[in-house]
């Protein structure tokens, strides 16, 4: 630990705060080599696996710092003063640096590298080094460990990582830092120092206005669901409150010049084709819902921590979705279904620094399928789409997660194997409770297609004040893969009764039921009481049911929560 204040004792304990002129500078001395000198030489031999509080004190960004306490001097002399008469007489550079919080307390001159010796430090065979700022970090144990892949991180190899943290602002935060910290091995020459442009640009700044109803979980990328009251005022989602999940900033696209490339097989034709183009196709218009795997994370999250975004009910949205069908496309191509496996692989215009596209894939079964009905979309709810949701055209897969739905869809190609997106195959699949950040294999578990059955309540909220007498309780429910929803349970004391819900909704065909169903139940409150317990659970007609609890399906990436969702209100007297 830092070392610990030095406090005023009573008079039978002695005091440290004033002792006698000529005493002083011995008595300090002394404490200082008690309590301070230790605690650095602790930290320094713990360089090969820093404590958090080794971590705080080597960190080079004061921000982060916690507030030490300072030694007590009396007379003229301030607390600076008393530091540096203490530095002087012991010799030590490392106790002005102690009181500055610094990790020049270990070492006074770190090592000093040019930009081209980082630049050469970019593989696991001549170790993994980044910069930030004007500091230098080996961060080849790291890697693996990185929570977004380690394709992610490997492309700041041997290069800054200030474009990469612009993209994302998670990383702004003083854990991170932290983090990062222990694995600084010195320091940029000063003409070598990161350019003022990549420490000022804003890969964000031509971001569209967004409607001010949205609950914001990330503001960079933007990421925000609508309140769940609004939610289910109406079976087609407005477009400016329907959820918003990005993961780049988001481009900003002329119409005119857009193109999408479509890749032709052997002895076929590849497209390049305009929006006038796709218009040509016939158009195709049906009702879909989307949900993000991450769609109620935050109640994983209190059960056990997850790594995501804090999605409560509201990353779910319903809209009526027009354009050509993706099997039109890919026969003008010359595509056909063969014998052998294969996958039609999207990969959008949102990118980072790098050209990294986000991407995704679908088997090509599904999409050769004109039942399964998979939309190039260009307009969203009679509207084109807006920039959010993927303007000029997304995919849109009915039934499936909408993670591989792809916005400002780029290129089409047919491949052997599905998309090596780092958000197909490192990202969005499930695994067992007792997988960890330290044992996960992600090559060991398929990517998320059909999303299980869901149902939410949306009014009351939690924590409301309901009236006595009769209480009306709406949600919405759904099912990945086109089943239909056909009952929705609903209980006032926590699951010991239940009471089935009416459903509201479009009637859809069978194994095509692509939108949600909404629900609503007027139940009477029992007399006397003060709170009411309200479950609700969904059943498909494949009788699949939502679990009871989170901690069955918990999952490190807090993907897939779908289970009973609970609302607990008060009864006004």
């Not at 640096?97 to 980082?118: F, L």
């Not at 993961?247 to 076929?268: A, K, W």
């Not at 997660?401 to 780092?422: D, I």
Request: contains cysteine.
């Amino acid at each position: 630990m830092l070392a610990p204040p030095l406090r005023q004792q009573s008079p039978g304990a002695g005091r440290v705060s004033q002792p006698p002129s000529g005493r002083r500078t011995w008595s300090v001395t002394m404490l200082l080599h008690r309590a301070v000198i230790p605690y650095l030489r602790q930290a320094c031999r713990l360089k090969s696996a820093p404590s958090r509080v080794c971590i705080r004190a080597c960190s080079t960004d004061d921000s982060l710092q916690p507030q030490c306490p300072s030694l007590a001097f009396s007379g003229d002399d301030s607390s600076t003063g008393g530091w540096k008469v203490m530095g002087t007489l012991l010799g030590l550079g490392a106790v002005l640096a102690y009181h500055d919080h610094r990790c020049k307390a270990a070492q006074e001159s770190p090592r000093v590298y040019t930009r081209e010796e980082v630049r050469s430090h970019s593989s696991p065979e001549t170790r993994i080094w980044v910069t930030l700022g004007c500091e230098v970090f080996d961060v080849t144990e790291f890697v693996d460990l990185h929570p977004g892949g380690p394709s992610k991180l490997m492309l700041a190899a041997g290069g800054p990582l200030e474009p990469f943290w612009a993209l994302y602002a998670v990383h702004n935060q003083p854990h991170v830092r932290e983090m990062l910290a222990q694995y600084k091995i010195g320091e940029l020459s000063p003409e070598d120092e990161v350019p003022s442009t990549l420490k000022t640009s804003d890969p964000y700044v031509d971001d569209p206005v967004r409607h001010p109803a949205l609950k914001v979980n990330s503001q960079r990328p933007f990421n925000a669901e609508p309140p769940p009251e609004v939610l289910t005022e109406s079976y087609i989602t407005p477009n400016p409150i329907f959820f918003t999940r990005n993961h780049l900033p988001v481009p900003n696209l002329d119409p005119e010049t857009y193109r999408l490339h479509v890749v032709g097989p052997p002895g076929g034709q590849s497209l390049c084709l305009s929006l006038d183009d796709l218009y040509k196709f016939p158009k195709h218009e049906i009702t879909v819902t989307l949900q993000c795997a991450g769609n109620r994370r935050s109640e994983m999250t209190q059960f056990k921590e997850v790594r995501g975004l804090e999605w409560n009910t509201g990353a779910i949205s319903t809209a009526r979705w027009a354009g050509a069908r993706l099997c039109d496309v890919l026969a003008k191509a010359g595509h056909q279904l063969c014998e052998t496996e294969a996958h039609v692989c999207f990969e959008g215009l949102d990118s980072d620094p790098t050209g990294t596209a986000y991407g995704a894939s679908i088997p090509l079964a599904r999409a050769m399928d004109p039942e399964a009905e998979v939309l190039l979309a260009y307009e969203m709810n009679g509207q084109p789409l807006p920039r959010d949701h993927g303007f000029p055209v997304r995919v849109v897969v009915p039934g499936v997660v909408g993670a591989r739905h792809v916005k400002w869809l780029g290129k089409v190609s047919v491949e052997p194997e599905e998309s090596y997106s780092h958000w197909q195959r490192r990202d969005y699949k499930g695994f067992s409770p007792s997988v960890d950040w330290d044992t996960v294999d992600f090559d060991s578990a398929p990517s998320i297609q059909e999303l299980p059955v869901q149902s939410a309540i949306t009014e009351p909220k939690d924590g409301e004040t309901v009236q006595s007498g009769e209480v009306t309780i709406k949600g919405y429910a759904w099912s990945g893969g086109g089943r239909a929803v056909v009952r929705v349970d609903v209980s006032l004391d926590g699951g010991l009764t239940w009471h089935v819900a009416e459903l509201d909704g479009e009637e859809q065909r069978p194994r095509k039921a692509w939108a949600w169903r909404l629900w609503q139940l007027q139940a009477a409150v029992p007399a006397g009481k003060k709170e009411l317990n309200i479950v609700c659970k969904a059943v498909d007609d494949s009788y699949n049911v939502q679990p009871d609890t989170v901690a069955p399906i918990w999952n490190l990436r807090g993907v897939l929560s779908n289970a009973w969702h609970r609302v607990h209100v008060r009864v006004a007297p």
